[in-house]
């Protein structure tokens, strides 16, 4: 994992930063986080901790809004029927929700048309002509869609029936022939172009009844946080406005139901994580007017039973997201997709209603774009999910003439294609990309804004929620400090949250039980975490919630004893497994998806082309599935494609993967040092019994603490070899011997691999 730090403020631009301080009432530390972040001057900077609906854009800016405004009222004063047309997710089912109540109270009772996610996104006509032979549409009003639907404009005109277009989306070259508003349409006076669909259709609200449409800020906020629109502009003054009636003790009834147990403040965490995936769920189960029918109803009894609906439908979505993700994971395995710099995978058996939620996690592990596609009326659907940098939606128009249909953003799209068609797609956007943007740099980062060598006080920690509400283009202020060896504790008996201490700040490890040996491990680590406040019974607390730990500069020689030590466990486990060599096979390095196995750090200098990759210590970081060497690993990480040994260790480890070994590099010059001869494992049984009693984590704690002048890896050989045998054993961190017990040196695994190995 690469720690990527926001830059250093300059000794000028620190004057800046204690002016706007002082200036603001703040301490230094928040100044600077907001000046780093652009707020760099007191006028910016209020602007920005006072968000709210006093900055909000008139909506009359916004191209034709006057004449939409003049159609809607005739439409209104002669009784015409009126259709607004939305989408599945929970931005069009937010934005048709907004448009249709503020119709409502304009005067208009419109009818609503939500199509599910198999009849596609945009205007269907399917849909909407059997309501029209049904009752006759004068008008129909789209929200979250439409602008890239002028064909079927035009065919709707030609049907008596006139359209307004009210979108968010990247518009095409020739604009639907109707009346339309969208906020990125160039040229026009408007100075924000991020809303989402519910924050246009809120415009058109405002504009038909005023302040009366600020009573749907909830829906709006919502809309904003699921569609992962920036909260920056107007955009913060929105979600700022539509979280005060979120933290209202009457909060709206559907949201009360959908937050269930949810305690504390709702923040745009709790709408992203809490509140949007069950109205998401309404959708990608097959029933988005689930959502709709429950946000439109006003009978308490029907929205609750809406609500269950909806959170049993999310469950069911994670569990269907969850299969489709292994299964997706296995054919990236299996077809050596992860050497690809945008991952396709596919399958006629998946819905697609979950594919957007897998490619996010793909994207996560893989760090670049992947698209994943469902069977659908026989060609493949599919949902697009791309990193920083790349514009997926650029890449995709790119290849326009291999596609059915294609939409969405530079972050995230929407892509149809013929199965036949498939594989030419697949291959041509991969070198579309490869040539766009050269070689893609897929290390795992993680942003922080500074390095702590202090104590975080309690007054920063509490004006970090100044800055709220984070989200997407505002994100949530991470910060490091470097530990050494740490002990991690739960939290209490039986809890699977660990505590330890840093000089920053106390820190908790949620479910950080895999963390435990790793954070003991006497080398530097950095240690990134979230600051969070909170007050109970009028105190106030500050705790760093952990995120990640990235070793710092691992150092063979100050490692080499606690490697050679954790080498010696792998011998217990070992297990035989088919392994080829590296050197006749000829390992291609250039390949992604590869996990590098090493013995000795030293052994790396002689493999100059994978210099660059990430070194773990025992284990790699998370769901890392990129290449990375490992030293001494202690387990086989998932999701790689091919196992590759530098070096020959001392055992290998049992793994369904392709393995290869350089078996002409060695990985244990070390046991030169060592001997297997009985007075030499005398000397060291002598040893600890001086130590029967003492705290005891491991050999190499009581080699740092200069406690023997025995050989350091005789020492650590014979420890592992007599606690193997039962002579010692280490309860509760502390070493016991076992008087009863009797044994031969044979019998231990270690001592005869090391016999076998040393020809002895």
Known sequence: MQIIYTKSPTDEQNKQIMNMSLSLGLSFDTARLLFCRGYDSVAKAERFLNPGKKYFNSPFLLTDMQEIVSRITTARDYN??????????????CATTVLYRAL???????????????????????????????????????????????????????????VIVTDHHEPPEILPPCLKINPKIKGQAYPFDGLCGAGVAYKLGVALIGEKANELLDFVALA?????????????????????????????????????????????????????????????????????????????????????????????????????????????????????????????????GFVGIVASRLVEE????????????????????????????????????????????????????????????????????????????????????????????????RELGLLEPFGVGNRKPLFTTTVRGVKSLPLRQGSPHYTFKTKAVEMLDFNGGANVSRLSLPIEKKIIFEPNFSVYNKKEYVKGYVKGIVEENLNFNGLKYLVFENNLKAILSEQECEVLSAEENGVDFSKRG?????????????????????????QADGKWVNSCVILSPVQIPEGFSRCVYLDKPIAFLNNEYQNYCFNGVNGYSVLNEISVERSQMAECYTQLLTWVGKSFSSIYDMIERGESVIN????????????????????????????????ALTNSKVYSKISLLKGE
Not at 80 to 93: P, S
């Open 366 to 461: 893989y760090a670049r774009p992947v698209i994943v596609f469902a069977g659908h009326e026989g060609y493949y659907k599919g949902s697009a999910r791309s990193i920083d940098g790349i514009n997926i939606f650029e890449a995709l128009s790119s290849q326009k003439d291999k596609l059915i249909t294609y939409g969405g953003h530079a972050q995230a799209a929407g892509v149809a294609v013929e199965k036949e068609n498939f594989t030419s797609f697949r291959e041509s956007l991969n070198t579309y990309v490869r040539q766009c943007y050269g070689k893609l740099d897929v290390s795992k980062k993680v942003y922080a804004e500074w390095d702590f060598e202090e104590e975080l006080s309690t007054r920063f920690a």
């Open 80 to 93: 015409e029927n009126v259709l607004i047309f939305g989408d599945y997710d929970a931005d069009g089912v």
């Open 712 to 743: 350091e890896y005789q020492l650590i050989f014979a420890t592992a070899v007599f606690i193997e045998l039962g002579f010692f054993s280490v309860i509760d961190g502390v070493l016991h011997r076992n008087p009863e017990c009797k044994n």
């Open 104 to 162: 409502k109270e304009f005067g208009i009772n419109a009818r609503c048309i939500i199509p599910e996610r198999e009849h596609g996104y945009g205007l269907n006509l399917d849909l909407i002509l059997p309501e029209h032979e049904k009752q006759p549409i004068d008008l129909i009003i789209t929200v979250d869609c439409g602008i890239s639907d002028g064909e079927k404009v035009l065919l709707l005109q030609e049907k008596g029936i006139e």
């Open 594 to 618: 590869t996990v590098y196995f090493l013995s000795d750090l030293d052994n790396l200098k002689r493999y100059d082309k994978i210099q660059d990759l990430p070194v773990y210590l025992f």
């Open 224 to 352: 904003t946080v699921a569609d992962s629109m920036d909260l920056i502009e107007e955009n913060r003054d929105i979600v700022t406005e539509g979280l005060k009636s979120f933290n209202k003790k009457t909060v709206r009834e559907q949201f009360k139901y959908l937050l269930g147990e949810t305690r504390g403040e709702i923040t745009a965490q709790t709408l992203a994580y809490a509140i949007a995936p069950k109205v998401n769920a309404g959708g990608r189960m097959g029933n988005a007017n689930c959502s709709l029918n429950m946000f439109l109803s006003e009978n308490p009894t029907e929205i609750y039973e809406y609500a269950v609906k909806l959170n049993e439908y999310n469950l069911m979505r994670q569990a269907q997201c969850d299969v489709i993700y292994r299964q997706a994971k296995d054919q990236i395995k299996e077809n050596g997709y992860a050497d690809d710099d945008v991952i396709l995978v596919a399958n006629e058996q998946w819905g697609t």
